[in-house]
């Protein structure tokens, strides 16, 4: 079979249904191969939103990324979104085609030979947690393997070069044989957690998704332990409001002032999950961040050996909580799904009904009180993420296994992170009856808005909101605090409605809250993909914790 059969065949056979990337003379063979055999080929507006969207359309469908791109001008566009998932531990498979061997070492038209001067595999080596370009097609089943193997290992992205002429060789296909992960339990660490638990001289911090089932054995120890239980941002969505021990969102831009008591109080805080980082201790408030403080994590990366903490747990966070009810002897399975859903009433601040542009405050707690019950939010990097952190409420969203209702990307926290993110769980769930909201602000949209006209032709539940303030607003509001002085902030003043309507968009400006009365039906019914929110850009943002974070020397 041709090696471009390979591929295919084998993509296909992992579950892989839809690929995303740019394409180029150089990849042709390898797509050409995936268009005969039916496996989706979604071309996108750049390599760098390409692969943002893979990820997480692999990560919502539990399974894998897979990206493509031509060598060179494809690749050095990848490296954003290759970083962030190697940052954010999300599994993509990059595969990029180069020029002919007979031509590798030649100036080439997307060079990547000597005479580009770049080493391009230098830099891609350093954002992945493999690298390999084929140079004998007889290679490729090994490499392939090992692609995969690596990246199921690490949860991080790995890559495969491949020269044009050798999708088209014939190589001998061989059984592919993967290698599961399993990481140990600790029995010592599960009896620590144990009896801490049932002294009951703890609380419980959720700083990732989590599955229904482990959500549920949480829930259930919660209560019959009465533990309270926090979200940090990075696990916001996860835990029902409606749960009696839920105490809120502890973290940097959140609105809980942790209780004084409880930080004399001495309990231990077990966090599951994402690091303990800037964001998810308020900037290593000793609060939360001290030697009475745990942290049960997947990923090596999120352990800090350096840190105060009394404990670090590497393991897998699902096995760790099913052995931990076990040896807690807890039978009884709680089903959060049972939980009643009062929708929270949310109490939205008066807001002039006049000319003046909108309060973003006000218009956060607003649209919560009418958007639909299923939706899943994504608060792009800037000031959408910190409102986001400090106003949403919303309880978690049950689709396949995962939950989590709440998004940010802290990871390289980039600016359009969102974008692409949204993209790719829209597409997963796209029959799901879910809606996505995708907030982020201007200047974000117009370093990466050619995306959303390339997917409007995929009809997605998605509604793009654009804090549009006319400047870098996080930038602004950071100077404001900080230094007292404006520079290298400011931004055209765009009007985003006209721009997506000339790309065939639906979109609707609003300017103030007579608009917002206006439009309110339309837009909570889906009819808009865009929203072009004029916001007050002298609202103060709810940052001052992270300047402060950004003055330590
Ligand atoms: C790629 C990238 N460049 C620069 C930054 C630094 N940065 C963080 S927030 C921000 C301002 C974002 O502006 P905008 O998208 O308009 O959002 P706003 O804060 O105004 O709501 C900048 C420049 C970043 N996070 N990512
Ligand atoms: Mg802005």
Redesign the pocket.
């Known amino acids: 079979m041709k090696a471009s059969e390979f591929i295919v065949d084998e993509l296909m056979s992992l579950g892989i249904d839809k690929i995303f990337g740019v394409n180029g003379g150089l990849i042709e063979p390898f797509l050409l191969e995936a268009y005969n055999k039916n496996l989706e080929i979604v071309h996108c507006a750049s390599e760098n939103q390409a692969s943002l969207i893979a990820q997480s359309y692999g990560y919502e469908k539990e399974k894998f990324g897979v990206c493509f791109c031509v060598s060179g001008a494809g690749q050095s566009n990848l490296i954003?979104g290759l970083t962030t998932a190697y940052v954010e531990n999300k599994k993509m498979l990059v595969i990029s085609g180069d020029n002919a061997s007979s031509k590798s070492e030649k100036r080439n038209l997307q060079n990547t030979s000597k005479f580009s001067g770049v080493s391009f595999s230098d830099f891609i080596n350093k954002c992945t947690v493999y690298s390999k370009k084929i140079t004998n097609p007889d290679d490729l089943f090994d490499v392939f393997n090992k692609a995969i193997y690596k990246m199921e290992k690490h949860s991080r992205p790995v890559h495969i070069e491949i020269p044009k002429d050798i999708f088209e060789k014939e190589i001998i296909k061989k059984t592919l044989k993967i290698k599961k992960h399993t990481k140990k339990i600790n029995y010592k660490n599960l009896l620590t957690i144990k009896n801490i638990i049932k002294k009951q001289k703890t609380e419980f911090f959720c700083s990732s998704p989590l599955r229904k089932e482990s959500l549920d054995i949480l829930l259930n120890i919660s209560r019959i332990y009465n533990i309270p239980i926090y979200e940090t941002p990075t696990g916001k969505g996860t835990i029902p409001k409606e749960f009696e021990n839920y105490k809120g969102c502890f973290g940097l831009f959140s609105n809980i002032i942790y209780e004084q008591e409880s930080t004399k109080n001495k309990k231990f805080k077990i966090f599951f999950g994402n690091s303990l980082n800037e964001i998810n201790t308020n900037g290593w408030n000793e609060c939360v961040f001290n030697d009475k403080t745990i942290l049960i994590t997947e990923e090596k990366q999120n352990i800090d050996p350096n840190s105060v903490i009394f404990e670090n747990i590497l393991t897998d966070i699902d096995d760790f909580l099913k052995n931990l009810n076990e040896i807690l002897k807890l039978k009884n399975q709680f089903n959060s799904l049972s939980l009643k859903n009062n929708k929270k009433q949310i109490s939205i601040k008066k807001h002039h009904n006049g000319e003046q542009k909108i309060n973003p405050e006000y218009f956060f707690n607003f649209f919560q009180s009418y958007k639909p019950e299923k939706s899943i939010a994504f608060f792009?990097?800037?000031?959408?993420m910190a409102w986001g952190i400090k106003t949403w409420e919303d309880s978690p969203v049950f689709y396949e296994n995962m939950i989590q209702s709440f998004r940010i990307g802290i990871g390289i926290?980039?600016?359009?992170w969102g974008l692409g993110y949204s993209i790719g769980a829209a597409m997963a769930h796209k029959d799901k009856g879910i809606h996505i909201y995708c907030f982020?602000?201007?200047?974000?949209?117009l370093?990466s808005s050619q995306e959303i006209a390339f997917f409007r032709k995929y009809n997605l539940p998605i509604t793009f909101i654009i804090?549009n303030?006319s400047?870098?607003?996080?930038?602004?509001?950071g100077q404001k605090i900080a230094i007292k002085k404006h520079f290298a902030h400011d931004?055209p003043t765009c009007n985003f409605k006209d721009y997506f309507k000339s790309c065939g968009v639906n979109a609707v400006r609003i300017k103030n809250q007579k608009d917002l009365n206006k439009k309110k039906h339309k837009i909570f019914e889906g009819d808009y993909k865009v929203i072009d929110l004029v916001i007050d850009p002298e609202i103060p943002?709810p940052i001052s914790d992270r300047v402060k974070n950004l003055k330590a020397k």
Do not use: A, C, E, R
């Open positions: 954003n792009d990097n800037g000031n959408s926290s980039s600016m359009g982020i602000g201007d200047g974000s949209i370093m804090l303030d400047s870098l607003g996080m930038v602004y509001h931004l943002s």
